[in-house]
């Protein structure tokens, strides 16, 4: 039977139901109160006719009129059919001393309140398991046309198996009714029950965000022990995880609840499912340790491979092998245009039977191509999907348009480069530093699509979200994370594994010591003048300084003139249009 939370919240009482222990309602005994809210009463109830136990749910204060009954009733009756593994059966919809009540079996376990109030507070990972399992069965519930409308600690119960149940909630009206399966096709959309539908979702998702919240705090957010005045004042107030946490909170699972809490609708997650999916990139990437990036993406990567070639490779393979009396770096710069391709070479020749040839590894196509010959070359395109790959091709331009950015930075990077270093090296440098984003934009172009909003809002969101912690917001882990792990699956050096990682935008730019600093730090300015070209200072017509904020970050670093990067930025970019592709024109 579910125990009984060891304290209750700030909301009033009843008129009638809350009475004491033992007093009855109608044909069941009372006795014990699970949970309430402002909204909801929640009881362990016995049936003296059957001697069995249920659990009831109640609404806090009685239907005002007969009218009201009946929507309470047909909003209970709807919620009644719906048969998940996380939400509690409904047995039975009934009304006892003109109080409506929902009733369900009393399993095994306890309340969620009764668990924080009673025990150790939980891991981080025993909270995200316990949000998925909710989760579940709360898009369940969307998905239907309904909503549960009073989610907190009293309503969630945790069985003896240690897996999350909702229990039904009792606010009535929290959703609007859905429509009958056989209405007529030329019934006119009742836009606005749409509205209170979608609103009713987004409170359930909030709802879910301040119990995670207090999951991970010890401490309920905003002080507020009532989670429906938590969510009115939501409106109005920042919520944000703190730093003293009695168990620390991995940064990924940081950004994730923060925004789960976020206030800017434009920021949050777009339904129950999107939560649920955040968490579980989270908690697969812990579970396989320092691997666990890689995991996410491994399975994919064997079927569709890492990118999809640009359209016309067997052209440019053609005419590499075309060009086999003239110079390697000629072949090569034909080769590096296609990052897939690019890509690959290095994947191949840093693979195990290339490694006694290859020494410390190999960081540029044109080394390559000197080990693995035409022959070579040839066999290396065949394991390339051709545009757009396993992509479906409404997501095929913003793929293009990010494989156009890496492009451009990686011909920025080159034309930063100093004579005494290898221009090609810091090209696929500046190319690697956006592997995460290709990553993503291929293998999970939705996600991809919500982070993208969450960097750049729309003009009413003052300002958009860091891109790591964007991520970690809606995968659970970080761009970068995802791209280290590809690389050094593919072999890739340590020099190049140490400068493709992206210079922090939150610290000052330091004078490299060694040649991969300096290969990391070129890159980056390549990658945050590509940046900065796209910035909404630069939509607004300040290119020039939005440029030349990037200009002053490096210009000691790596020693750039006042208009250096500038004109690196024109050079790149007539240098891509020379050699676009039809993906850029669509781009």
Sequence with gaps: MPAAPSSSTSAPPPTSASGAVGRRLGRFQLLSLLGKSSRTMLWCAREPATAHDLILALPRHQPTDAAALEHWLHDARLVARLNHPQLLPVTEVGVEERWPYVAGPAIEGMTLDARLAGGEPPTPADAALWMIDLLQGLAFVHEAGLAHGDIGAYSVLIDAQGRAMLLPGADAGSAPPARAAGASAARAVDTGALRLQRDAGARDLQACGL???????GAPALDETDPPTALERLDREIVRLGWTTPQPVPDALRAIVNRATEREPQR?????????????GWLDAQAAGSEGALALLLDRMHSVGHLPALPGLLSRVSAVVAMEQQRISDMAEVLIQDPALAFELLRLVNAAQFAAQ?????????????????QGLRRSTTGLKPWPGALQQQHAPALAAALREARLAAHVARRL??????????????????????????????????????????????????EAAAACAVIGVEPEVLALAVARHWGLPESMLHAMRRVSTDAPV??????????????????EAVDALNSREARSGAAAVAIGKVTQRYARAIVLGQNELADAL?????????SAHPVDQAA
């Design 211 to 217: 119990l995670l919240h207090r999951l991970l705090a």
């Design 358 to 374: 290859a020494g410390s590894g190999v960081a540029t196509v044109r080394r390559a191509v000197q080990l693995i010959g035409v």
């Design 268 to 280: 949050r997650y777009l339904g129950a499912r999107s939560l649920q999916r955040a968490l579980q």
């Design 510 to 527: 330091r004078t490299p010591d060694q040649r991969g600093d300096m290969m990391r730090l070129l890159a980056g300015a390549a990658v």
């Design 417 to 466: 480069c100093p004579a005494d270093m290898d221009g090609e090296e810091a090209f696929l440098v500046g190319l690697l530093q956006h592997l995460g984003a290709l990553l993503l934009r291929y293998h999970f172009p939705d996600e991809a699509e919500q982070i993208h909003r969450l960097v750049h809002p729309g003009p009413e969101v003052p300002r958009g979200m860091p």
């Design 570 to 578: 024109q050079s790149a970019l007539r240098d891509v249009d020379a």
